[in-house]
Nanobody, 118 residues
């Protein structure tokens, strides 16, 4: 089993920045893909950004140029740097990891709330 714990959410004004962190209970070496998703009230959960174990990144069009995803193996942590935040970025942000070695499976964190005021 792997536990993922997100942190770094909060209330910020439009145009501001936040950095989300997702700390894993163990090594990230066996994680093929890690990603951030978000879910706004009344909407479906959607992919924000992902990164593979080959360091390939993928971003949703609505965050390209504003958000940056990064995984730091030495800290067992996944980050999401969010700049130039917009009110439509408001929602609960979730970290997920797909492990293909070690504790095989897909794991989710409990989420962290991001609220952007206009």
């Amino acid at each position: 089993q792997v536990q993922l714990v997100e942190s770094g959410g909060g209330l910020v004004q439009a145009g501001g920045s936040l950095r989300l962190s997702c700390s894993a209970s163990g090594t990230l070496v066996g994680a093929k893909t890690m990603a951030w998703y978000r879910q706004a009230p009344g909407k479906q959960r959607e992919l924000v950004a992902s990164v593979t174990n080959s360091a390939n990144t993928n971003y949703a069009d609505f965050v390209k140029g504003r958000f940056t995803i990064a995984r730091v193996y030495l800290k067992n942590t996944l980050y999401l740097q969010m700049n130039n935040l917009k009110p439509e970025d408001t929602g609960a942000y979730y970290c997920t990891a797909q492990f293909i070695a070690g504790p095989v499976g897909t794991y989710w964190g409990q989420g962290t709330q991001v609220t952007v005021s206009s």
